[in-house]
């Protein structure tokens, strides 16, 4: 997922020595740290859990078990091989069960009453990717949370960037992020189904009707489960109304600024020096939903940051009303009769407010993340589905 490749790096200063005066050397962070895996859910499923990623002292792909050993996956086929069993027993309702995370980039998923079914190819693991109706996971109720433990610290999220499912809050050092509200669960649901424009679409059953999760907007206009045309009006006005105003971008915050103006069907920006830095041609539902495609953004120092600062906006709703972006506050967010129906709706029944639901969420902060440098002890709590 977007998330892992994302992540700040992270590099703890040298400790000084010899010098009275200077501050005591950060403590390194252990080679694993305990998560403890909490089961409120109500449920009496059996629950397995998998943690799988990237080995960061290898850089080899694998999963960890129980006590976070990493196992490198073995060789994969075309067509794609069973992965070898990476599940790991979980708690049964009421209870906990702690294992160990090592330093990995990766998830943390968890299923509900059955085991998830993954596979290797040639080029490494196969996610489940349940808006493909013939993925074996398609009936499987489960979810995942993302994180990277490195010397720098713990990273830890809750994600509905790819999907909302079982509801699940994460934790480091005591601080908890992720949880919805009494009753948020089905609110997303009730209100997916009540909103025009076909963003009910996006909710996906088992076979005997109980609902499993919302897709995201992007796979919803992938499967034809959502409109393709669900956000073109709005950037429309936006492509219109910055023909004749200038956008003014910020994406570090206070210093550098870039300045974005619409000529035909490319949205040109410029640096203080008024040359032409990067330029976009006028995005899709699908490029805005997934800021991917028309709104690429590289790892690099200007495009990059710019056309997340882009996303962030397009998806919020907040270019027509704030010609100075981002908007810092989130109380404009969503405003527009046409807006990212499901970005808006799982933030509103977050406790916190905060969630990742799409790639560039963390523009502002407001993303369901934690970062511990010093993290002693993180947790899991699964959460009821009501």
């Not at 994302?6 to 000084?16: H, K, N, S, W």
């Not at 996303?311 to 709703?317: E, I, K, Q, V």
């Not at 989130?330 to 406790?351: C, E, L, S």
């Not at 639901?357 to 947790?379: C, K, M, R, W, Y």
Request: glycine share 10%.
């Amino acid at each position: 997922m977007r998330f892992a490749t994302r992540l700040p790096i992270v590099i703890a200063a040298a400790a000084l020595t010899g010098i009275l005066s200077a501050p005591p050397a950060p403590a390194a962070v252990p080679t694993t740290i305990p998560l403890t895996v909490t089961n409120n859910s109500g449920r009496a499923d059996a629950v397995y859990i998998y943690n799988l990623g990237t080995n960061l002292a290898t850089g080899q792909q694998g999963w960890a078990d129980a006590a976070g050993t990493f196992h490198a996956w073995p060789a994969g086929g075309n067509p794609p091989a069973p992965a070898p069993d990476a599940s790991i027993p979980g708690p049964a309702n009421g209870q906990a069960t702690t294992i160990q995370l090592p330093k990995f980039s990766g998830r943390v998923y968890f299923s509900y009453g059955q085991k998830l079914v993954f596979k290797l190819t040639t080029g490494g693991l196969v996610q489940p990717a349940v808006q493909n109706p013939s993925d074996p996971n398609r009936n499987i109720l489960f979810n995942w949370s993302e994180y990277t433990l490195n010397d720098g610290g713990l990273w830890i999220n809750s994600t509905q960037v790819d999907m909302f499912s079982a509801p699940y809050a994460v934790g480091v050092n005591g601080n908890t992020t992720g949880r919805l509200k009494p009753g948020g669960y089905n609110a997303v649901y009730n209100t997916l189904r009540d909103t025009a424009g076909g963003w009910g679409g996006l909710i996906q059953t088992a076979p005997d009707g109980s609902v499993l999760r919302a897709l995201s907007p992007l796979y919803g206009v992938e499967t034809g489960a959502l409109p393709a045309n669900a956000m073109d009006d709005y950037i429309n006005r936006v492509w219109s109304k910055y023909a004749s105003e200038t956008l003014t971008v910020a994406p570090f915050g206070e210093g550098t600024k870039y300045f974005g103006r619409v000529t035909g069907n490319v949205m040109n920006f410029t640096d203080g020096s008024g040359a032409v830095v990067t330029s976009f041609q006028k995005p899709d539902s699908a490029s805005v939903f997934g800021c991917f495609k028309l709104l690429d953004a590289p790892n690099d120092q200007i495009r990059g940051p710019i056309s997340r600062t882009l996303c962030a906006g397009f998806n919020r709703t907040t270019l027509l009303t704030n010609p100075n972006q981002p908007d810092p506050s989130n109380a404009n967010f969503y405003q527009d009769a046409v807006t990212n129906q499901y970005a808006k709706t799982i933030h509103a029944q977050m406790a916190d407010t905060r969630a990742y639901a799409f790639a560039f969420d963390d523009v502002g902060n407001h993303e369901s993340l934690i970062h511990a440098p010093n993290p002693q002890q993180a947790t899991l709590t699964l959460d009821p589905l009501n």
